[in-house]
């Protein structure tokens, strides 16, 4: 039956949680002996509890024995000795009060193990499932893929006001041990009331905020953390998000795609060679159209500068204006797609880019070749297969454009001589940002 809520320890634990609507409590008795029994009825599964604590109980057995039968279950722990035991309510356990023992019995309701498709790292040859929302069902998958004895798992939590459980991965015959204690420590040094995604936590263990490189990867794939593992590195898993951390991480790791271990050797060499190309024409084509058309068009042959010039004779302002106005509508258009509901965003904003680029040539606004540039930069930045690192080099190309509205060419150059500085100088957790990948060597044993 129900416990009155004149019960003393129905009130205390109530209080604790803040009155809430959902708590559930039972006063059972056998005949022999009697257990009270609080949990949360959103948060639990109620046939596992009926199966696993009631049924048991009911069937005449004296304390004892019933004690000692429970407490050899799994997902069983004795937290007579621990405080705040009510708390443990919020984390889908079910407390069981008998006499002075209390016992935590886990019986969480999971709606969010179900191993998810796989939607932004997509690959042709690889698997095609990607990580859920549940660390247990990701550490299923991820040992299916690396069943390796030597991989470490660790738990630790962040959040002061709702703790998330985080699983540090790592295999301790590759994985450096400074790079562990550094994320530890990083772990550790995290002071936020909750943290909800990947994304958040990365920027709250990267000690410099203003980064223009991400300093971990992000994926959602169990097979690029097996193949991260092998190669000596970290992953974090959060509760409650499919997407995983990697550290460290270098340049050309953001820039591999899991496909390229999948194909032919001379396909993956062309493949990578079309990304690097992609990646330098996205972040310099604009800045080095205002530099040629507005400082250096002798850069051109006089057949093509007459052709660009002719096409912006009737735009009425500089080419940085016009640069700036286009960018302004693709990154608009990009925003917009991601925004939308999926019927109806990809078709919106492939209509409204044509309609609009269009619309702007004939008007004058813009020039016909500047169309041409914004689409092969837009094409560009999507070649690029991590969403983190594609961000980044979305913002890298409007400096560029400033420096070439200042200084030209010379601009431009300078520029990117920047960006390789800034780029060296990079560290991610330890490792250099531009460190080539090599061969991870085993540990001896003796180290």
């Not at 459980?165 to 041990?177: G, H, P, Q, S, V």
């Not at 958040?200 to 490189?213: A, D, G």
């Not at 880019?353 to 689409?375: N, P």
């Not at 390789?420 to 991610?428: A, D, E, F, P, Y």
């Amino acid at each position: 039956m129900n416990i009155p809520t004149t019960n003393v320890r129905y009130r205390q634990i109530a209080s604790e949680l803040s009155e809430p609507g959902d708590i559930r409590s039972l006063h059972l008795s056998n005949g022999k002996t009697t257990i009270e029994l609080f949990y949360l009825a959103t948060l639990c599964d109620e046939a596992k509890i009926q199966s696993s604590v009631i049924l048991p109980f009911i069937d005449g057995t004296d304390g004892k024995a019933w004690a000692s039968r429970f407490t050899s279950l799994p997902g069983v722990r004795d937290v007579t000795r621990q405080s705040g035991a009510a708390r443990m309510l919020l984390y889908g356990h079910a407390l069981i009060y008998w006499g002075p023992f209390v016992f935590a019995f886990d019986a969480n309701l999971v709606l969010n193990d179900k191993p998810l498709q796989s939607s932004i790292e997509t690959s042709i040859q690889g698997p095609q499932s990607s990580l859920s929302e549940n660390n247990g069902t990701n550490l299923n998958l991820i040992r299916h893929q690396y069943a390796s004895p030597s991989l470490h798992v660790e738990y630790h939590q962040v959040g002061r006001v709702s703790p998330r459980e985080i699983i540090l991965l790592y295999d301790d015959a590759y994985c450096k041990r400074e790079t562990i204690e550094l994320i530890r420590r990083r772990l550790s040094e995290v002071r936020v009331n909750l943290v909800q995604s990947a994304g958040q936590l990365q920027i709250h263990m990267t000690n410099r905020t203003h980064l223009l490189f991400p300093s971990m990867l992000l994926t959602e794939r169990p097979d690029r953390i097996a193949a991260s593992l092998s190669q000596g590195k970290a992953v974090i898993l959060l509760q409650g998000s499919p997407i995983s951390l990697i550290a460290p991480t270098t340049f050309f790791d953001q820039l591999s795609a899991m496909d390229d271990i999948y194909n032919p050797y001379w396909f993956t060499t062309f493949l990578i060679f079309l990304r690097y190309i992609s990646l330098l024409l996205t972040i310099v084509l604009p800045a080095l159209y205002v530099a040629i058309v507005s400082y250096n068009p002798e850069v051109f042959r006089i057949q093509l500068a007459f052709t660009i010039a002719g096409s912006r004779a009737v735009v009425p302002y500089p080419s940085f204006v016009e640069v700036m106005l286009m960018l302004f509508m693709i990154e608009a258009l990009v925003e917009g797609s991601m925004r939308l509901p999926k019927s109806i965003g990809q078709t919106a904003t492939t209509v409204g880019g044509l309609i609009l680029g269009q619309a702007a040539q004939e008007a004058g606004l813009v020039s016909s070749i500047m169309i041409i540039v914004t689409s092969v930069v837009a094409i560009c930045n999507f070649i690029i297969p991590i969403n983190t690192l594609s961000y980044s080099i979305r913002f890298l190309k409007y400096p560029l454009i400033l420096f070439a509205t200042f200084l030209g060419f010379v601009g431009v150059v300078g520029g990117l001589f920047l960006y390789v500085i800034l780029l060296s100088n990079h560290r991610s957790f330890g490792e250099p940002y531009f460190k080539l990948p090599g061969i991870v060597r085993v540990k001896s044993s003796s180290s």
